[in-house]
């Protein structure tokens, strides 16, 4: 699960790069921006989730997917209410494009890891 908040981190980046070599600077933050409001909940359930190994804490376990859950949903509801308040001026496209990309980087991993280890 870690390597997969590195690839986050890294389609965060590049996303940001993307739109300011394409549409300028404030496209770039903009992206950077909706990457960022989905990668960190993203660390948050990564680290809530993943603190509890072992078959004697499976109540631990759940809950600890069930708070972290609550609070990544939670944390970007937060993320993006700040984001479209207190940035101006800001590319809602960007923003979204990059939220997105960060969103489909997570769900596709997983599903090429699940293939991999098929094999």
């Known amino acids: 699960?870690?390597?997969?908040?590195?690839?986050?981190?890294?389609?965060?980046?590049?996303?940001g790069l993307l739109f300011?070599?394409?549409q300028g600077w404030q496209a770039a933050y903009s992206a950077w921006f909706g990457g960022l409001t989905a990668l960190?909940?993203?660390?948050?359930?990564?680290y809530k989730a993943f603190q509890y190994f072992g078959?004697?804490?499976?109540?631990?376990?759940v809950q600890s997917f069930w708070t972290g859950e609550m609070g990544k949903l939670i944390l970007t509801a937060v993320l993006f209410a700040v984001l479209f308040?207190?940035?101006?001026?800001?590319?809602v496209l960007a923003v979204f494009v990059g939220y997105i990309l960060v969103q489909m980087t997570s769900a596709t991993s997983l599903l090429l890891t699940k293939s991999f280890l098929k094999r």
């Open 85 to 91: 308040l207190g940035v101006k001026p800001l590319n």
């Open 20 to 22: 300011w070599l394409l």
């Open 1 to 15: 699960m870690f390597s997969v908040i590195i690839l986050q981190a890294v389609v965060t980046v590049l996303s």
């Open 40 to 46: 960190i909940p993203n660390v948050y359930f990564t």
């Open 55 to 61: 078959a004697r804490s499976i109540g631990v376990i």
